[in-house]
């Protein structure tokens, strides 16, 4: 265009680039009502496995609504990817720092998204409550690995990430939530601490490799605390007002 050599701006009319949705993300009600109704399967599964402790099936009930607590918990803390949940280890876990370091995509286990390790601290609620489940398990099978997530009490392989996501959707219709995922428990972390004015900590905690990344997608939740500039600025406007009356 700028030689002379088009008639017409190829650029003209064509739209930029389209603006990223505001992530959804469960609302802290509904994660608490998704832990409830976890609570309560493991309540029942409990139940069930003490009438009939040499039961396998009991056992492999128990097993998995006290994992799906873990999972619930677990990525409402964390914030973590679904593939990196289901590729956290037990020994990942030191006092309340997780290291997470692997991620499972396509079935292929390998490095996180960004390809960096992370370090978050875990509330000591979900520290406790992952070594409890491992501790009261391992005392009833002797545990060939330690893959945090797995399908017995034997964890001799990890689950998949869709796994994970189908016992987090099991506890929909019980905890009265739409359309549970553990992508809006991780929204949801980001969603929390941006509101809280914490952008740099929900960088760090979602593994995201630039800040600009986590503006961009939770700006949305960003608080509005310009009063202070508000009433600055009105001030102003007002003594600009006056001034021209006096002129006047």
Not at 118 to 142: E, N, Q
């Amino acid at each position: 265009m700028a030689e002379g050599l088009l008639r017409l701006n190829p650029l003209a009319g064509m739209r930029g680039p389209p603006r990223p949705q505001p992530r959804r993300h469960h609302s802290l009600d509904e994660v608490r009502r998704l832990l409830v109704a976890a609570g309560d399967a493991v309540a029942s599964a409990d139940d069930a496995f003490r009438r009939q402790p040499g039961s396998a099936a009991c056992a492999r009930r128990l097993f998995a609504a006290e994992q799906a607590v873990l999972l619930v918990r677990l990525a409402a803390d964390s914030g973590a990817r679904r593939g990196e949940l289901a590729a956290l280890r037990l020994s990942d876990l030191d006092g309340r720092v997780l290291t997470i370091e692997r991620s499972l995509s396509a079935g292929v286990l390998g490095s996180t998204k960004s390809g960096r390790t992370r370090r978050v601290t875990l509330g000591s609620g979900t520290a406790d409550m992952i070594r409890r489940h491992f501790s009261a398990w391992a005392s009833r099978a002797v545990p060939e690995q330690d893959w945090l997530f797995s399908a017995s009490p034997r964890p001799s392989a990890h689950l998949t990430a869709g796994a994970l996501s189908r016992r987090l959707t099991g506890l929909g219709p019980a905890a009265g939530v739409e359309n549970p995922a553990l992508h809006r428990l991780r929204h949801g972390v980001a969603t929390y601490l941006v509101d809280h004015g914490r952008l740099l900590k929900a960088q760090a905690r979602l593994g995201h490799a630039d800040p600009a990344t986590t503006l961009r997608h939770y700006s949305h939740a960003i608080p509005l605390d310009d009063t202070d500039v508000a009433d600055q600025l009105d001030r102003l406007l007002n003594d600009l007002a006056q001034s021209t009356d006096h002129g006047e």
